[in-house]
């Protein structure tokens, strides 16, 4: 089954209003990255936090690794923020194999 | 760029070829991994080379190889191609072997006709 979920699928704000995207995964994860995919294609590495709350810019990500849980937040959102955004994290001790989930697409509006 | 390089960076082949994809991990990195993403969707895990040695695959069809050479570059040869293998691939280095943080390559786009 699916092993990492991420909500809202999509997500329409307009500029300036703050963004919350959410994961959660089935099994308990031994690393967890947030990644942003421009729209073109790259991927960029947001955060790599396995636990705790880690914070770059308007981004703040916070992983409750107990609850399988983390959540990224953009504050103060700009239309430059729009894209998909994506959790992976890898399950079992020792493996690099990253899980992703299916991403949330995120449109700034002016 | 100290980046992850990854090439080409589009490529575009008829049914039934052949293709080589090569990365270039960062600098000191000896772990490679990777990815498909099929249409936007999520990304796929393929395989993974660790000192040049394989330590783990997934979804890696049978008629793709993947080496990994002294300089921990790694290549990817598909041969065969079907319409399905149309997609983005990427790859990630990290420091170490299942304990790091992947930083990704700006990945292939194949497109399959």
């Known amino acids: 089954g699916q092993q990492v979920q991420q909500s809202p699928a999509s997500l329409v704000l307009q500029e300036g209003e703050n963004a919350e995207l959410q994961c959660n995964f089935s099994?308990?994860?031994?690393?967890l990255q947030w990644f942003y995919q421009h729209p073109g294609g790259r991927l960029v590495s947001l955060f790599y936090n396995p636990s705790g709350t880690k914070h770059t810019g308007r981004l703040t990500s916070t992983t409750v690794t107990n609850e399988r849980r983390s959540s990224l937040h953009i504050s103060s959102s700009q239309t430059t923020d729009s894209g998909t955004y994506f959790c992976?994290?890898?399950?079992?001790?020792?493996?690099?194999?990253?899980?992703f989930g299916k991403g949330t697409q995120l449109i700034i509006q002016p | 760029d100290s980046g992850v390089v990854q090439s080409p960076r589009h490529i575009i082949k008829e049914k039934g070829g052949r293709s080589v994809l090569t990365c270039i991990p960062i600098s000191g990195h000896s772990n490679v991994v990777w990815y498909q993403q099929t249409l936007g969707k999520e990304l796929k895990f393929l395989i993974q080379h660790y000192e040049k040695v394989e330590r783990d695959k997934g979804f890696l069809p049978s008629r793709f190889s993947v080496q990994q050479f002294d300089d921990y570059h790694s290549e990817m040869n598909m041969s065969a191609l079907e319409l399905e293998d149309s997609a983005m691939y990427f790859c990630a280095s990290s420091l170490d072997w299942g304990v790091a943080e992947q930083f990704f390559g700006p990945g292939t786009r194949l497109t399959v006709l």
């Open positions: 992976a994290m890898v399950h079992t001790e020792g493996a690099d194999r990253l899980t």
């Open positions: 099994s308990t994860a031994t690393r």
